[in-house]
């Protein structure tokens, strides 16, 4: 990695990084990504991928809800004469 690399990820990340700050990531990064290889390079041959999928929460069910025009004006945090009520934005 480079500096150009850390500077790439801070834009797609929206933030803002001193040039030290640069620095210190990319070492960072540098060491993390160094433990990734040495990670890869393990050899596990006799490892079998052993799991099962199922789904461990509820069965889906279909609640067939009626939406009417009172139902969801109920439902506003604040509300006048049937409007959603906001805060004044000049």
């Not at 933030?15 to 640069?22: A, G, H, M, Q, W």
């Not at 393990?42 to 139902?71: A, G, M, T, Y």
Request: charged letters at 40%; aromatic letters at 6%; zero cysteines.
């Amino acid at each position: 990695m480079e500096i150009k690399d850390i500077e790439k990820l801070a834009e797609l990340a929206k933030i803002e990084l001193s040039e030290t700050e640069k620095v210190i990531l990319l070492k960072d990064l540098d060491g993390i990504l160094g433990y990734v290889k040495q990670i890869e390079s393990v050899d596990v041959p006799d490892v079998k991928e052993n799991f099962i999928q199922k789904n461990i929460w509820r069965e889906d069910e279909l609640k067939i809800q009626e939406f009417s025009r009172d139902l969801i004006i109920d439902q506003f945090p604040d509300k006048q004469d049937d409007f959603v009520k906001v805060k004044k934005i000049l």
